[in-house]
């Protein structure tokens, strides 16, 4: 056998590209047995070790070894470092996620806070759901609110599957295997007329814009984001109609114009193309809800008021005042008529007569029959 190298030793001719090294501080009857072969892939000349004397390995089981690598180009070092870390993966996600995702910067703010660090420079395939149960846990443990720890799992989730759908990725997506928090995030306050009336005097007197704002959405049940992205070339004030676009759930809709809808468009001084110049809600608005006592004393979320709350007393007096409810759901721009049915406990009065009538049909059903005695 000739030496080819200072620590590696040619098993022979019969046997080419397998080598064999003596084990520092063993006998030299045990060895250990490499492979030596160009990859196909990577164009490196790769030294694999394939296994010890000792356990099994012979040079005739090296040599197959060999011929295998080389007849499936395979290069295990190479594949290993094709396979990307988290954090390259979601720097490709998210610069596709600003052109197709209108919450990009709330899913580039949890990666930062959440996910960077302790997955920011673990390959893909190393992610499991060991890991994300233990982020799960200590974000809990640290007092984050169940919806937080579910976003941060959504992202995880939403980067394998994009890396997946682009090919930039084959294996498993650990975070299916993850059980998500079940939220109750559903507002449950609405505004009675007279709280209306007072948030909307007092918004007036401090921002009118504001005030415009708010008064839209309550009386369309339009979201903050489809009021401030309104258009003039969206109302059509001969048909009475607004066509909000860009919506949340990506459809378009038409919201017919009522009577003091169409009035206080019409007092809206035309600046540019859009109908307000706000980019976002106006500290005003907070303040003015702070100032009017509406959330004193009140630590749930769902009970607080809101900007959202407007469109959920929107939905709330519609229901009252006998609104089916999947024309509700058209009028919301909500997918599913599930995430209507919440409102469903407000239609007492508009039901009653359904259960009246049946109840009318079982009493003529059950009634005795009179028999005519001849």
């Known amino acids: 056998m000739s030496k080819t190298k200072k620590r590696f030793y040619r098993v022979g001719k019969r046997f080419p590209g397998v080598y064999y090294r ?18 196909k892939s990577s164009h490196k000349q790769i030294m694999e070790k394939v296994g010890r004397e000792s356990e099994g390995m012979t040079p005739e089981k090296a040599r197959d070894i060999r011929n295998a690598r080389i007849a499936a180009s395979v290069d295990k070092k190479f594949e290993r470092k094709k396979v990307l870390t988290f954090g390259q993966i979601f720097e490709k996600y998210i610069v596709a996620a600003k052109q197709e995702k209108k919450s ?29 149960n233990k982020l799960k846990k200590q974000m809990t443990d640290q007092g984050s609110a169940p919806r937080t720890v579910n976003k941060a799992l959504q992202v995880v989730r939403h980067t394998y599957n994009w890396a997946s759908q682009n090919q930039l990725y084959s294996g498993d997506n650990p975070a299916t295997k993850v059980k998500f928090y ?41 979201r903050l984001g489809e009021v401030l992205n309104l258009s003039w070339n ?42 307000f110049t706000h980019k976002g809600l106006s500290k005003s608005f907070y303040r003015t809800v702070r100032d009017l006592g509406f959330n004193e004393g009140i630590e749930d979320r769902r009970q607080r008021v809101s900007f959202h709350t407007l469109r959920h007393t929107y939905a709330s007096w519609a229901v009252k005042a006998g609104l089916p409810l999947y024309n509700l759901s058209k009028a919301l721009g909500q997918k599913t008529l599930a995430m209507t049915q919440r409102y469903a406990h407000l239609q007492p009065e508009t039901l009653k007569p359904i259960s009246d009538a049946v109840a009318t049909i079982m009493e003529i059903q059950s009634s005795p029959k009179v028999v005519r005695l001849t």
């Not at 045990?30 to 072969?37: G, H, L, N, Q, R």
């Not at 919201?255 to 859009?274: D, F, R």
Request: glycine residues 4%; contains cysteine.
């Open 104 to 132: 990009w910067k709330t899913d580039l703010g949890t990666y930062r806070t959440w996910l960077e660090k302790p997955f920011g420079k673990m390959k893909m395939d190393e992610i499991s759901p060991f890991h994300l």
């Open 234 to 275: 969206d109302i059509d004030f001969e048909n009475n109609l607004i066509m909000v676009r860009d919506t949340k759930n990506g459809e378009s809709r038409m919201i017919p114009i009522s009577a003091p809808l169409k009035q206080l468009l019409s007092e809206i001084p035309v600046t540019g193309p859009k109908v």
């Open 182 to 222: 079940k939220l109750d995030n559903a507002r449950q306050r609405f505004l009675t007329p007279e709280e209306a009336v007072t948030l909307l005097e007092a918004l007036k007197a401090r921002s009118y814009q504001t005030y415009c704002i708010a008064y839209v959405s309550l009386l369309t049940g339009m």
């Open 22 to 39: 003596p084990l520092r501080h063993a006998s030299l009857k045990d060895k250990t047995f490499y492979i030596s072969y160009r990859s």
